[in-house]
């Protein structure tokens, strides 16, 4: 009898055993991740999808404009001397509208974006400041039309001066208010007697770069950096749900319904949608951490990437901290496979693509923009030497970065900075005749994002919850050795002496008596 229980007790205690390491090692770890999953996959019963589909706490988004402090002196031949002013602080509001479910596990939506001025945050800046700066639109089509018919330039030149005649064209720079600059537009005037203005005009109409804006009446077109961000939402976008496989969730298959963008030709690697939209990762797995996280860019109309860097510590939570890499923008002779993304030179001097850390966008925004970090941060030290003063590429105050919490693969912190330059380029009509060739930077933008208190703490609850499930797992394991080592001893000790007993039946050994103790106990 004594031996039965003690089997049984041995039997289920084993059991026990098993099961808690079944449940230690794949069960709890699984139920933790499809908790996990359920809370963060975007399905309209996920805690997180509300906060996708409108984000609950605006970003930052930050303006720093370059002032010309010396435009006579360029308009000489001297180099530059900048002054930057800034940043111009507005909220950015994001919304989603989802147009519905598609195949393959994605959703399909509209992004919007919302642009509110933050007079507090920007002060002692606002608005109404006057800056001088490159005249952007009128350096961009000088250099288009001069790229295309160099003959041409002088007479369309004429043209020009008609379209800005309200704000006097002497020389490639203007002064303007802020607000005019970044969202309420500089008017150009397309009524004029010239025969070369409607050519202009019509170019702009043709290709129709997003900087510029119709007026209601056909007069002309308002040039602004960022207003066609706050008037029209981007998209359709599809991404991945993560319901099928949570380790996709969020990249971003299709843009405005394509999934490769044509922009840089048919190369398969330039036109690559790769990875989210910097807002959603996917759980990071601490085993096989990845080494680079994408993010695809519509404004820019590419991926670019982040490397790991380190483990980190932010607002009382483990993250991961991920940069963005020199590589990124790298010329094509220090990564190779950027080479698709030289399609035009910028420059009559240069040949763009030989350039450290500077990337056209003419075949993206239909205008000979150059992107690259602020304060050519990363860049080619040559880009430096344009400059007499105001230029100083700082990796604290120029890096982009991201840090995520790995569980859930919640972005804790998040900077995204980008420049914007126009090439001044000498050429032969009066405004130009005498200004030095070379880079010139307009402004530069900074786009950050932290989750807010409230969220930080609905996080570090969840955290703490997910850290009590380990800790029960192994607790449940530790009390089922436990049980397991006391069973085994107590069946030892049981069936030993039985075992004893059957080889010397007739024998009453003295150990028999321990064991009846310890089955009575
Ligand atoms: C969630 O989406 C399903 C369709 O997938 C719909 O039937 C349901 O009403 C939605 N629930 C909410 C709360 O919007
Ligand atoms: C920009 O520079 C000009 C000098 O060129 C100066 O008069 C102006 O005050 C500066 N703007 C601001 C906002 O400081
Ligand atoms: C879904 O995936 C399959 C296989 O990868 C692919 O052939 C198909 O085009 C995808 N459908 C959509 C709508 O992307
Ligand atoms: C952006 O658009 C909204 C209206 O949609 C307007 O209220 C807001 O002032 C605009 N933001 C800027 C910076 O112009
Ligand atoms: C171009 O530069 C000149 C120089 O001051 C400026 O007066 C003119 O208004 C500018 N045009 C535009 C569109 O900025
Ligand atoms: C254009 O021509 C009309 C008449 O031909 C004239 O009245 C007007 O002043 C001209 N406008 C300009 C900007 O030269
Ligand atoms: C896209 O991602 C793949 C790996 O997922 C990578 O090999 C490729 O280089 C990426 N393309 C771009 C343009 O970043
Ligand atoms: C961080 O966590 C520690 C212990 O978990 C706690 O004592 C401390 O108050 C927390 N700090 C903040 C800022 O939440
Ligand atoms: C860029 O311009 C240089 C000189 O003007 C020329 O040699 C080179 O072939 C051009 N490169 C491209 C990609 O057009």
Known sequence: MLGKRSRLFFGISVGALIISIILAVWGFPKIIRSQIQKNIQLDNSSMMYEKWRVLPMPLKFKITVFNVTNTEEINN????KLQEIGPFVYKEYRERTVLGYGDNDTIKYMLKKTFIFDAEESAPFSEDDMVTVINFSYMAALITINDMMPALVSTLNMGFQEMYSQYGLDDPFITVKARDLFFDGLFLNCRGNHSSLALICSQISTTSPPTMRPTEDGSGFYFSM?????RTASGPYSMVRGIEN???????VSYKEKTFMNNWGSDPYCGQLNGSDSSIYPPIDENNVPKRLYTFQPDICRSIYVDFMSKTNIFNMSAYYYELSESAFA???????????CKKNWSGNHDGCLLMGVMNLF???QAPAIASLPHFYLASEELLEFFDGGIKPDKEKHKSYIMLEPNTGAVLKGVQRLQFNVELRQMKIPQLMKVPTGLFPMLWIEESAEVPPSIQEELQQNLKLIGYANTARWVILALAIIAAVVSTIVVVRATLPGWSGRNSVFVLRPTNVNGIDLNKG
């Open 246 to 252: 949570v380790k996709e969730l969020g990249h971003i």
């Open 363 to 365: 075949p993206c925004q």
């Open 226 to 230: 960022f207003s066609h961000l706050n």
């Open 77 to 80: 031949g001297k180099k530059p």
């Open 331 to 341: 010329s094509k002779s220090a990564n190779p496979d950027n080479k698709c993304y």
